[in-house]
């Protein structure tokens, strides 16, 4: 398939979190995510620019497939540490966005604080993406689309099933589409690590269909059933966590409450024994590595759709 890309970027915009994006931006990115996935090193509107990726948070998806989807897309890119940066050590997060925008075309940032993702952004006058805070994952919930769409059809209908800590980045993500997509998301949570109530209500105000339970057996029916590590780089918790979230295990028995065609998700990495058994992410009914495979797919789009390289 030939896709005709304008020959410069048109616009400049960032990818901070899916509840600043319409359905119909979700759409162009997905789309051309599935369009370039066919032939991956077939189109290269990238050629000439560069693509900064920043980390203060360890990474091993998101470094790899941000690299290696640049260079498919027939650019170049930058790799540098928090560290090494002394980023708003000194100079202010705002001035290195400045500072940055004058040698490359687009930047990504994974990092803790969403202020610094903000700061960032408002600093630089190229486009900032979301690689992850501690608040939002939104490139796994854009690769996750694309997975179950590409499984299951439409994702219009489906019903969504998150299970284990409710207070989670790609959880947040999720809700964030689920204000946009007419599906349903359940999130099966401990009462102590339930979705925020503030998040909560926000989303259901804006009629998406979510709801936070503790009871396990709402995962009958479900289409996707999703769950992440009990214990992230941020949590000092990590013992009661465990205890309180063990009877929430995506297992065997969990998983026949599901459809028969259920998948199973999960963001990686994955801590097994604990949040999932070896018996579901080995399964026939487990998609996680065509989840991980197409981040780089999904993130390729997203780096052409902040430029306005969309083809016509």
């Known amino acids: 398939m030939t896709l005709a890309f304008p020959a410069a970027p048109t616009v400049s915009r960032d990818f901070i979190d899916l509840d600043r994006l319409t359905r119909d931006d979700v759409r162009t990115i997905l789309s051309l995510a599935v369009a370039m996935k066919k032939d991956p090193k077939a189109h290269?509107?990238?050629?000439?620019r560069v693509l900064?990726?920043?980390f203060e948070k360890p990474s091993t998806r998101t470094r790899v497939s941000f690299h290696?989807?640049?260079?498919?897309l027939g650019g170049e890119v930058i790799t540098l540490s928090g560290a090494e940066m002394q980023l708003g050590h000194g100079e202010t997060i705002a001035d290195t966005g400045r500072v940055m925008s004058r040698f490359v075309d687009i930047m990504?940032?994974?990092t803790f604080s969403e202020h610094k993702l903000h700061e960032l952004a408002e600093g630089a006058s190229v486009p900032v993406i979301n690689g992850l805070t501690n608040q939002s994952h939104p490139c796994q919930v854009m690769a996750d689309l694309m997975t179950i769409e590409e499984k299951l059809g439409n994702i219009t209908g489906k019903k969504i099933v998150w299970v284990g800590d409710g207070d989670n980045n790609?959880?947040?993500?999720?809700?964030?589409a689920a204000c946009l997509f007419d599906l349903e998301l359940c999130v099966v949570a401990p009462p102590e690590f339930t979705v925020p109530s503030a998040l909560l209500i926000d989303a259901q105000r804006k009629g998406a269909k979510l709801r936070a339970l503790a009871d396990i057996e709402v995962v009958k029916g479900a289409d996707v059933v999703i769950t992440d590590c009990w214990v992230s780089m941020h949590n000092s918790d990590a013992a009661a966590r465990m205890d309180k979230l063990q009877p929430y295990q995506v297992n065997e028995k969990l998983m026949r409450l599901a459809a028969p065609h259920a998948l199973f998700m999960h963001c990686l990495p994955a801590h097994r024994g604990e949040e999932v058994t070896d018996g579901v992410i080995d399964s026939p009914q487990?998609?996680?590595?065509?989840?991980a495979e197409n981040r780089m797919h999904a993130q390729k789009a997203i780096i052409c759709w902040c430029l306005g390289l969309i083809p016509q």
């Open 108 to 110: 990504m940032l994974r």
């Open 68 to 72: 290696v989807g640049m260079q498919q």
């Open 170 to 176: 790609v959880l947040t993500s999720w809700i964030h």
């Open 52 to 54: 900064a990726l920043i």
């Open 44 to 48: 290269q509107p990238m050629a000439g």
């Open 286 to 291: 487990s998609a996680v590595w065509d989840e």
